[in-house]
């Protein structure tokens, strides 16, 4: 059976889903996106996804759609429409719609382009490369100044990530000019200090607000983690005790090597892992 889209307002069969050539997403990138996970059928964190779409939205100056209100029954009826029980993912974006092409913003009545699809996933995967710890190489952080907006202008992110698979590595890790980590290709990025302290870049333009993050911050302390929001080196990770990505369909995800380093003896760290049951149990 075939998957289904939803192209602004109406529900099609994958292979028919299109959107006008003189989209502004397609010229020009001009719109965001957010990803919902799903996991037992059920999207996770929903209210924090909705709540970064809606601070992206308002860093490009763009309108929701449809009331946010109204997206939650989208989610709902995607995931139906599907047929997705178990694991998964939810993609929605939002362009600034279809107009002549002028770089200059079109008119405010211009129909923004709004569509959702999804797909299941298999999770099982994912506790398998968890369960080994995954291996990550370090790229030159070249990317836009507004990072905390979830635009779907991701070439570096793309570039970087593609390195990495090259290199038989599963994240590429930005560091700034500074030799300063800031985050993952597509996540999070976390370590485990000789002390024991949770370390993670702090929220600002320089990173995307990771939904897992925020989830990760408060189980952390509520396990009693002595957690920092800090900025910290390549070469203070490479010396960590343990290091671990986050992401909506990663979840916790232990990192064992990065640049061809191990991380303290190169198998995943305890906290790392716990964190995983801890963030897993409470979907
Ligand atoms: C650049 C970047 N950082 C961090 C994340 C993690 O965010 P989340 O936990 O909301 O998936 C993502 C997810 O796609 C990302 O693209």
Redesign the pocket.
């Known amino acids: 059976m075939s998957r289904i889209a939803y192209v602004n307002g109406s529900y099609v069969p994958l292979a028919y889903a299109r959107v006008h050539v003189e989209d502004r997403g397609f010229q020009f990138s001009d719109g965001v996106y957010e990803?919902f996970?799903v996991y037992g059928g059920r999207v996770a964190n929903m209210p924090w996804?909705l709540e970064?779409l809606g601070n992206s939205l308002t860093g490009l100056q763009l309108a929701w759609p449809v009331s946010p209100a109204v997206i939650p029954a989208l989610l709902r009826q995607m995931l139906i429409r599907n047929r997705i029980t178990g694991g998964g993912m939810i993609y929605v974006q939002i362009t600034r719609g279809a107009s002549p092409r002028n770089h200059v913003f079109p008119s405010r009545d211009l129909k923004p382009t709004f569509v959702i699809t999804a797909r299941p996933l298999d999770m099982t995967i994912r506790d398998i490369q968890a369960a080994k710890g995954v291996r990550v190489i370090s790229v030159t952080d070249n990317r836009w100044s507004r990072?905390d907006i979830?635009s779907v202008s991701?070439l570096p992110?793309l570039l970087a990530k593609q390195k990495a698979m090259e290199a038989g590595a599963f994240e590429a890790l930005f560091v700034d000019g500074q030799s300063m980590v800031t985050?993952?290709?597509?996540?999070?990025f976390w370590i485990v200090t000789e002390e024991g302290e949770l370390w993670t870049h702090p929220l600002g333009p320089e990173?995307?607000p990771?939904?897992?993050?925020r989830a990760v911050l408060t189980l952390a302390r509520e396990m009693g983690l002595r957690v920092e929001e800090r900025v910290f080196s390549l070469e203070q990770a490479i010396a960590a005790r343990e290091a671990f990505l986050?992401?909506?369909?990663n979840f916790v995800m232990p990192i064992v090597e990065i640049d061809g380093h191990f991380i303290a003896d190169g198998v995943p760290g305890p906290v790392s892992m716990r964190l995983r049951r801890a963030y897993i149990d409470k979907l």
């Open positions: 990803v996970p996804h970064r990072r979830k991701l992110n985050e993952c290709a597509a996540s999070t990173i995307l990771g939904v897992t993050r986050t992401s909506a369909t």
